[in-house]
């Protein structure tokens, strides 16, 4: 039994690589998909068939990342709306989660600045623009935060569902895998499809385009929060396991806590008796 002296390092270390290769993978697919002297952009011109191909990209990419060690190591957040709820669903104690939302978002900075060094001053052009989701012209802010948090909601709710059996008919990664491309291709026309404040985190810095920052780093948390707090009220949900704690001290300290409150109780009917 660990004996509570280490903290969960790799993890946090894991949530730092695994959204880097997100971010990374995330800003070539911009810059196959809307280049300019890109074949790819040369051949498939419309938008619904990128916004095709850049879901499947994004939904193989995280599902994969899920199912690696990376993801494996520490459960494959990739996203501090994700932390979120598991911090408020039990699932992932606070300092860890504070800690995966920090790394998400260096993750995601380097991440970027690794996609620019690849592909040099074409990954700020306009049309590739660091991998930046934006949502449509004419679309309210009011709409694009509702959507995304919706939509967050619904990712969380497809990926706890299965996480919470003990016994799940798919992987979670392919869930995550399924959920993420499902809603790209369902809101990413409108709204843009981020439902990830580490997803916009890096691509905002590098472009120096704030305009949308605020939606798209708020609207997530929003989701994740108003999806928990519905969660916790439904009785018949199942628990979340906790990998850290099972992995570190936090499940020693609920033990003796638990055995706190049975002697605490145990005193109290001696006294009645």
């Given at each position: 039994m660990n004996d509570g002296r280490n903290r969960p390092g790799p993890e946090w270390l894991s949530e730092f690589a695994g959204t880097a290769i997100l971010l990374f993978v995330m800003v070539s697919l911009f810059r196959v998909l809307n280049g300019a002297d890109s074949p790819v952009a040369q051949a498939v011109t419309s938008g619904e068939g990128r916004l095709a191909i850049a879901a499947v990209v994004s939904g193989v990419t995280v599902g994969l990342l899920v199912a690696s060690p990376l993801g494996r190591r520490s459960g494959g957040h990739l996203n501090p709306a994700v932390s979120l709820a598991f911090w408020l669903l039990?699932?992932?104690?606070?300092r860890d989660?504070?800690?995966y939302a920090a790394a998400q978002l260096a993750g995601s900075a380097v991440g970027v600045a690794a996609g620019r060094l690849l592909w040099g001053e074409p990954a700020g052009t306009s049309a590739v623009g660091f991998a930046t989701v934006r949502?449509?012209?004419?679309?309210?802010?009011?709409v694009v935060f509702a959507v995304e948090a919706a939509a967050?909601?619904?990712?969380l709710g497809a990926v706890i569902f299965v996480a919470a059996r003990p016994r799940p008919v798919l992987p979670v990664s392919v869930v995550?895998?399924?959920?993420?491309?499902?809603?790209?291709?369902?809101?990413?026309?409108?709204?843009?499809?981020s439902f990830n404040p580490a997803r916009q985190f890096g691509p905002e810095l590098f472009s120096g385009d704030?305009?949308?920052?605020?939606?798209?780093?708020?609207?997530?948390?929003?989701?994740?929060?108003?999806?928990?707090?519905?969660?916790?009220?439904?009785?018949?949900?199942?628990?979340?396991?906790c990998p850290l704690c099972e992995r570190y001290s936090c499940h020693?300290?609920?033990?003796?806590?638990a055995a706190g409150k049975a002697v605490a109780a145990s005193r109290g009917v001696s006294r009645d008796a």
């Amino acid at each position: 039994m660990n004996d509570g002296r280490n903290r969960p390092g790799p993890e946090w270390l894991s949530e730092f690589a695994g959204t880097a290769i997100l971010l990374f993978v995330m800003v070539s697919l911009f810059r196959v998909l809307n280049g300019a002297d890109s074949p790819v952009a040369q051949a498939v011109t419309s938008g619904e068939g990128r916004l095709a191909i850049a879901a499947v990209v994004s939904g193989v990419t995280v599902g994969l990342l899920v199912a690696s060690p990376l993801g494996r190591r520490s459960g494959g957040h990739l996203n501090p709306a994700v932390s979120l709820a598991f911090w408020l669903l039990r699932a992932l104690p606070g300092r860890d989660a504070m800690a995966y939302a920090a790394a998400q978002l260096a993750g995601s900075a380097v991440g970027v600045a690794a996609g620019r060094l690849l592909w040099g001053e074409p990954a700020g052009t306009s049309a590739v623009g660091f991998a930046t989701v934006r949502a449509a012209d004419g679309v309210p802010w009011a709409v694009v935060f509702a959507v995304e948090a919706a939509a967050t909601a619904v990712m969380l709710g497809a990926v706890i569902f299965v996480a919470a059996r003990p016994r799940p008919v798919l992987p979670v990664s392919v869930v995550a895998g399924v959920a993420v491309a499902g809603l790209i291709l369902l809101v990413g026309q409108g709204a843009g499809g981020s439902f990830n404040p580490a997803r916009q985190f890096g691509p905002e810095l590098f472009s120096g385009d704030f305009t949308w920052l605020g939606v798209y780093l708020t609207a997530p948390l929003v989701g994740a929060i108003g999806f928990a707090l519905v969660r916790r009220r439904i009785r018949t949900a199942p628990p979340l396991p906790c990998p850290l704690c099972e992995r570190y001290s936090c499940h020693v300290r609920a033990v003796r806590r638990a055995a706190g409150k049975a002697v605490a109780a145990s005193r109290g009917v001696s006294r009645d008796a």
